[in-house]
């Protein structure tokens, strides 16, 4: 490697981390920043303006990019990416509410990057880093989420259903961000800022458009000067850290942020309460630091013959 290829590395992996400290901080939200939280618009609605609002930037940063329009399979592979990445994953998890709490949402999310490393070479980039020492990183990984986090086994037909529907939005966010690295590893220079928008106006459209079908659309979205600085600062940075890192990073490393993130929530709980962390929990955080380390640090590998192939623009 270059000296250029190894300092665009060591950033993509600092973008990563800054990206998991934010989800980390969206997550921890209603502890936090109780101030930001109150919004009387339903959960798929508010859920919708952080897209919007990525879109309307995105938007103008390509305009004054001149940023050429477009074809027509670009739009076409841009919206499937915020349908996929997005829009199902949040219905199927909004579906799940009530029968799945939320520990177990999480310690389920950690299969991402597990089905990250069986997707990728198929409907990915074609890239390295696939082996089975990753499969055996992202299992070590899930293991130690499971030990964090207690995982509440379904006890009933709408449980297990539900139970179910979390594992598939995990897939599905797997399958996307695969897809998401290849769309935008294959990109011309400038390419970016439209795929950002396209994918975050679908989004927010698709949203929008189960919101008025399962809650009612309201149109009573609370914009107060606590929840504008946490979009401007929080939830729409994610967003397009998130976009950045797609033409850079193997979409299995850019998924141990469903790992990584949940890791530094419990640090940052634990700095702040001093809580009594028992031995399972410690063992725990180190088996999934060590294979979230295992994926983001290990060296490349040549992708298969089989496999397509797109060249990464780290520019």
Not at 25 to 34: E, H, Q, T
């Amino acid at each position: 490697m270059t000296a250029k290829v190894l300092a665009q590395a060591k950033t993509a992996r600092a973008a990563l981390l800054l990206l998991c400290f934010l989800l980390a901080l969206s997550a921890m939200r209603s502890d936090l920043f109780p101030v930001s939280v109150a919004n009387p618009a339903p959960q798929l609605e508010r859920e919708a303006v952080p897209f919007a609002l990525m879109a309307l930037m995105a938007t103008l940063l390509a305009v004054a990019s001149k940023a050429r329009r477009p074809p027509r399979s670009q739009v076409q592979s841009s919206i499937l990416i915020g349908m996929g990445l997005f829009v199902a994953p949040a219905l199927l998890l909004f579906a799940s509410h009530g029968f799945v709490s939320a520990f177990t949402r999480v310690a389920l999310f950690s299969l991402v990057p597990v089905f990250a490393v069986a997707f990728e070479p198929h409907i990915g980039a074609g890239l390295a880093s696939q082996s089975r020492g990753s499969l055996l990183a992202a299992l070590l990984a899930m293991a130690g989420t499971l030990f964090v986090f207690s995982l509440t086994l379904p006890s009933s037909i709408e449980s297990g259903a539900a139970f179910a529907a979390v594992i598939v939005a995990a897939a599905c966010v797997a399958a996307s961000n695969c897809y998401a690295v290849r769309v935008a590893s294959a990109l011309p220079r400038g390419g970016l800022a439209p795929l950002a928008a396209i994918a975050g106006a679908a989004a927010a459209l698709g949203l929008l458009v189960a919101s008025a079908t399962t809650e009612r659309l309201t149109w009573r979205l609370s914009l107060t000067g606590s929840n504008f600085a946490w979009l401007a600062l929080v939830s729409v940075p994610s967003l397009f850290l998130l976009f950045w890192l797609m033409p850079r990073m193997t979409a299995t490393r850019m998924t141990t942020r469903f790992v990584i993130a949940p890791l530094i929530a419990i640090l940052i709980a634990m700095a702040l309460d001093r809580p009594s962390v028992g031995l399972r929990t410690w063992a725990g955080l180190l088996l999934a630091a060590a294979g979230a380390a295992w994926i983001l640090f290990a060296p490349d590998e040549p992708p298969a013959p089989s496999s397509p192939t797109f060249n990464l623009n780290l520019e």
